[in-house]
């Protein structure tokens, strides 16, 4: 009764009473801050495509230049500029909840760099994918959506490609890990080969995140030749080996099982619907409201304040199809993680126990979150869940199996351990039974040779 109750205690997720009431409280800060910051940008675009901000847009930008393709390079970046500045408000709450609860340490000034170093790379890339796309609208008016989808796809694999190499390092600062702990690179390398790949310690890197955060994390990143396993250096500092090599594992799970190919495919095909969505919606809102909204065609540079109030919404309604994924992906990982580690560490349902019980405790997140908000917003499973699905999880037992590795690999070192006795016994047991055969056939032999003289004794009488 006492190991029962034991086991239910270590496969909950608690917190203590001051870390829970933050913890409550902090979640209904998020949830608020998501819906309401959707709402908000919606309400903000939607006033200003009925007041006809966009024909007084496009008619300054007609001031300047004659060429509808530039005017586009001078009224795209102006609507993502209000686009910026519409999301500002929610971004500095959020930092401001952040801050409160002791999960930033950065300043105010570093956030609004970084607020502004993001907002410049969304008007630089937003201008050349609108571009692009208005492009595409004059040239096939009814077919614009699928060939800017055929253009989505590469883009998104290159940029997965580009971001840690090029983007990521524009707001943190990395290194390699083996240069700050080359003993944990080598219990990673253990990690990896047991998981059956060769992942070079050029692959790891060690993410300066105590200048900004006080979390713990680690991800798996890039595409191809980029693809990367990065760790926090909080994560070093507030996590045990044992903990760090089940988030390794965890992330390795990602990198083994693909989930990045998937993800893309995943994402190829729910970008197919939401983008057909988008044509047939943009095409009746025009012609329905062209007129009041001084609209005059869907190609009109006046609608671009449109197309990002509809990417905005459908963005919105995909993120529970979206997370429902991701969430499936994670729990996956979680699985690969936990086996991944058996035979390393002591007992590894009661790592990844601690460790989710740890996380939780670093992020503060809330132990029973409202389901609908579970569901729509949470990339993965809540902590509370993942740490008793790993408190349950032990497929080495008589009975079960693991989902990604065989029981024999497991048993490897233990038939390791006890081969050179097997074949010690065997090779015993050989000798015996040599010795045995020979004794038997002499035994014959000779009977042969008394029967033989015998007989001959007989004769000769």
Not at 44 to 73: C, H, K, N, P
Not at 151 to 179: C, M, Q, R, W
Not at 281 to 300: A, P
Not at 410 to 418: E, G, L, Q, T, V
Request: glycine letters at 6%.
């Amino acid at each position: 009764m006492i190991e029962i109750a034991s086991r239910i205690i270590s496969s909950t997720y608690t917190l203590p009473l001051d870390k829970l009431e933050k913890a409550i409280h902090l979640s209904n800060w998020r949830t608020a801050l998501h819906f309401g910051g959707v709402a908000w940008t919606l309400l903000i675009l939607w006033l200003l495509v009925r007041w006809g901000l966009g024909e007084g847009v496009g008619g300054w930008a007609a001031s300047l230049t004659q060429s509808a393709w530039l005017r586009g390079f001078l009224v795209v970046p102006v609507w993502l500029a209000l686009f910026s500045l519409i999301g500002l408000p929610i971004e500095a709450a959020s930092h401001a909840v952040s801050l409160h609860y002791g999960l930033s340490i950065q300043q105010w000034t570093g956030w609004f760099r970084d607020w502004s170093l993001s907002s410049l790379l969304l008007i630089l890339f937003g201008t050349l994918a609108l571009a692009c796309l208005y492009a595409l609208i004059r040239h096939s008016p009814r077919r614009w959506w699928l060939w800017f989808w055929l253009i989505t796809i590469p883009v998104e694999v290159l940029g997965i490609y580009a971001l840690p190499v090029f983007i990521d390092p524009l707001f943190n600062h990395f290194s390699p890990l083996e240069k700050s702990d080359p003993a944990l690179v080598e219990q990673l390398e253990r990690v990896a080969a047991k998981g059956g790949i060769d992942i070079p310690p050029s692959r790891m890197f060690l993410m300066d995140a105590s200048a900004k955060s006080t979390g713990v994390n680690a991800y798996v990143t890039g595409f191809g030749s980029s693809k990367r396993i990065v760790v926090w250096d909080t994560t070093l500092k507030l996590a045990s080996t044992d903990e760090i090599l089940f988030i390794y594992g965890h992330e390795q799970g990602h990198y083994v099982l693909r989930h990045i190919v998937k993800g893309l495919i995943f994402s190829a095909v729910l970008i197919f619907v939401f983008y057909w969505i988008a044509y047939r919606l943009l095409r009746w809102m025009v012609t329905r409201y062209g007129d009041t909204w001084r609209i005059r065609s869907v190609d009109d540079w006046a609608s671009v304040g449109l197309v990002l109030l509809l990417m905005t919404l459908l963005s919105f309604l995909a993120e529970p199809i979206g997370n429902a994924f991701s969430r499936r992906i994670e729990h996956q990982a979680d699985v690969y993680g936990q086996e991944v580690i058996h035979g390393l560490v002591a007992d590894p349902q009661q790592i990844a126990t601690q460790d989710f019980q740890h996380l939780g405790e670093i992020w503060l997140e809330n132990p029973s979150p409202n389901k609908f908000v579970e569901w729509w917003t949470y990339s993965h499973p809540s902590t509370s869940e993942r740490k008793r699905f790993a408190a349950g999880y032990d497929p080495w037992v008589i009975g079960n199996e693991p989902r990604y590795f065989r029981k024999e690999f497991a048993c490897r070192r233990i038939k390791r351990r006890h081969s050179d006795d097997q074949r010690k016994e065997e090779s015993m047991r050989c000798s015996i039974s040599r010795a045995v055969s020979s004794f038997l056939q002499e035994s014959i032999k000779g009977l042969c040779r008394g029967r033989h003289s015998l007989d001959s004794l007989l004769r000769s009488e």
